[in-house]
């Protein structure tokens, strides 16, 4: 598995585990009450925050076993990688349109920030998951 490839697993395996975090503690929050009572923002944050940590952590560690198994391989890239990150970027680019037309609505109808802000968090979370299903499956099976 190349560098870039690990990187997009690890990417995705952060992506569910924290967003099937956040939906956990969002709702025990709420404990049954209305989730737009929840105070969402500080797990929000820390949910972003931890993400990107927990990616980096991910990345570096994958990175360093791997090293150990092939040490000629590590941190090398060529265009196929770069063709198949530009075309996830913009597979995913798709969702972050989805979302940001999803907020334009809420914003038109005056939802609550609750709904305003998880609609534009679980954008780029679709977004970031699904360019990374289609890179994945782009070093599977080739870019055609």
């Known amino acids: 598995m190349v560098y870039e490839e690990r990187n997009v697993w690890a990417g995705l395996i952060v992506s569910l585990v924290g967003m099937t975090v956040y939906v956990i503690v969002v709702l025990s929050r709420a404990g049954g009450g209305p989730l737009t009572e929840v105070d969402w923002v500080p797990i929000m944050l820390w949910t972003i925050g931890g993400s990107i940590v927990a990616t980096i952590v991910l990345s570096i560690l994958w990175g360093i076993l791997a090293g150990m198994f092939d040490p ?21 680019q798709a969702f972050l349109v989805i979302a940001g037309l999803g907020v334009i609505v809420l914003c038109a109808v005056e939802a609550d920030w609750f709904w305003i802000a998880n609609t534009m968090f679980f954008g780029f979370a679709l ?5 990374g299903v289609a890179s994945v499956i782009a070093y599977r099976r080739g870019l055609v």
């Open 72 to 92: 000629e391989g590590v941190g090398k890239s060529d265009q196929r990688d770069r063709d198949i990150a530009r075309m996830g970027s913009r597979v995913g």
């Open 127 to 131: 977004s970031a998951m699904v360019g």
